[in-house]
């Protein structure tokens, strides 16, 4: 099973490949406002940001299980929490090449973080492996938004 423990350094180099004018294949964020939603996600399993609890039983289970466990692509075209999206309470684009070394930053102090950590907001309570994986997919969805 793919986790950010064992796929940090193809992430990050699939970061690098990143242009603030690469064309998203779904969805409506721009590269650089993609840096800025990813990196707030890190920031709330970093605890330097809250995000309200929002999932319902559903959410902290069957499809917590589902988006973990399942080996398929997560769907397209998802609508994000607003204290993680640029364009509404999340982190505002700044300069490009500074956000993407942040969103690095805080993948790598992450994967340094040790238990507890906080409540994700869809799916509850995770373990570290579970943060992991999580972490993984979520920049994996992401990249595969900008074809990189």
Known sequence: MRTLDTTRDE????LDRLTPDTPRQWGTMTAHEML??????????????????????????????FALYVPLHWP???STLSRANPRKAGTK??????????????????????EPFPVHP???????RQWMR???LHTDHHLRQFGV
């Open 36 to 65: 800025c939603h990813v990196g707030d996600l890190f920031r709330l399993a970093v605890g330097e940001r809250d995000l309200p609890l929002k999932g319902k039983l559903v959410h902290r289970t069957l499809m917590k299980w």
């Open 11 to 14: 992430l990050v180099e699939r």
């Open 76 to 78: 397209k075209n998802v």
């Open 93 to 114: 684009p700044a300069v490009f090449e500074e956000d993407r070394a942040e969103v690095i930053r805080l993948m790598d102090a992450f994967r340094a973080r040790s």
């Open 122 to 128: 869809l799916f509850g309570p995770l373990s570290r």
């Open 134 to 136: 999580w972490a993984h």
